[in-house]
């Protein structure tokens, strides 16, 4: 009898070779959803494997809609993107960030005045984690001119938002202003 070990070489075809996934997390207040939100995020899905939209809590804006609300208006939104989950955050992004082992974090810029804040942001965040990449991305023109915060100024004012927002957050806006 010998010694020798029984030994099974296994050759992996490059197909069933799967590399790690790679995740960004999108996040923002989302006070409301709008197209320039989703023309951002539907660019982030076609460069990671996995996209989560992280709805921050974040007090000091008086937000229109609450966190639960705001999650509920989020989900048909990203409905047809397999790709996509939406989630609530507190605390510091990049901790989140690393929690669910993401590699990158998206952030969309429509106007040079964004830039100066975002930056800063982007490298507080490099700071505190540096394996977290910060990526900028900006909407179409179409959408470059729309902010949560003029998207409810208008619906305040009874203007129409539904050029601006989805569907059933126009919907939503009616029915929150006039509670």
């Not at 995020?41 to 008086?62: C, G, P, T, W, Y």
């Not at 993401?102 to 810029?109: K, M, T, Y």
């Not at 800063?120 to 001119?145: C, H, S, V």
Request: glycine share 4%; hydrophobic share 45%.
């Amino acid at each position: 009898m010998s010694n020798q070990k029984n030994i099974r070489l296994v050759f992996c075809h490059p197909v069933c070779y799967r590399p790690p996934m790679r995740t960004a997390i999108y996040p923002g207040s989302f006070d409301p959803l709008t197209n320039g939100h989703l023309d951002v995020l539907q660019r982030a899905v076609k460069l990671f494997d996995r996209v989560i939209v992280a709805i921050a809590r974040n007090e000091s804006k008086n937000p229109l809609f609450s966190l639960d609300e705001r999650l509920e208006l989020m989900k048909p939104a990203i409905a047809p993107m397999k790709n996509v989950k939406a989630d609530i955050f507190d605390g510091l992004l990049v901790e989140y960030a690393a929690r669910q082992q993401a590699q990158a974090i998206v952030r969309g810029l429509r106007a040079v005045s964004d830039f100066e804040f975002e930056f800063q942001m982007a490298l507080m965040n490099r700071k505190l984690a540096e394996n977290i990449e910060t990526i900028f991305m900006m909407p179409r023109e179409t959408y470059t001119f729309i902010s949560s915060r003029i998207v409810k100024e208008i619906a305040r004012l009874g203007g129409d938002v539904r050029p601006f927002v989805p569907r059933h957050v126009a919907s939503a806006l009616a029915k929150k202003l006039v509670e």
